[in-house]
């Protein structure tokens, strides 16, 4: 298969605006990669295709050699996973990348349909049954101690 014109590069501090500007348009596809990046940073590994002009083509996540995200075109994606040997544990795609799949990670079996529900404002209905109370700065402290104990490692 032929990649003219594609490059493969690393997301970093040095290109991290092209990779922003990228995903801001589609932030609920590109949560993880969003999240993953900013937080854990040492355990993330983002690979963009890029073309002649400097568009993202594809994007790989790799979270700790454990997790891989696809997003984007084949051709891209094959370009990136071309000569590579991972084994993960999961693989997220989309259903065009389900043959990417089978080819590079032939070991992986299982598949679970997610589906992403969005709704526009004039849309949502109100549901509450409870009365809500609007937090602020006072309350920083007891839900700093909340999260620490749910989830001490975030």
Do not use: C
């Not at 990649?3 to 990779?19: A, H, M, P, Q």
């Not at 084949?74 to 259903?95: A, H, M, Q, R």
């Not at 299982?110 to 404002?121: D, F, G, S, T, V």
């Amino acid at each position: 298969m032929k990649y003219d014109g594609l490059r493969s590069v690393r997301v970093s501090k040095d290109n991290e605006t092209i990779f922003y500007d990228y995903i801001k348009n589609n932030f609920a596809e590109f949560f993880f990669f969003h999240v993953d990046y900013a937080q854990y940073p040492e355990s993330t590994e983002i690979y963009m295709v890029l073309d002649n002009e400097e568009k993202i083509q594809s994007m790989v996540l790799i979270w700790e050699d454990r997790r891989i995200q696809l997003r984007g075109s084949n051709v891209g994606l094959e370009f990136l996973l071309n000569g590579k040997d991972y084994k993960p544990i999961s693989v997220t795609g989309f259903d065009n990348h389900r043959e990417l799949i089978s080819k590079y990670f032939p070991a992986y079996k299982k598949e679970i349909a997610l589906y992403r529900m969005n709704m526009a404002k004039s849309e949502h209905k109100k549901f509450e049954k409870y009365d809500f109370q609007k937090l602020n700065e006072s309350h920083r402290k007891e839900i700093a101690s909340l999260m620490r104990n749910a989830d001490p490692i975030f």
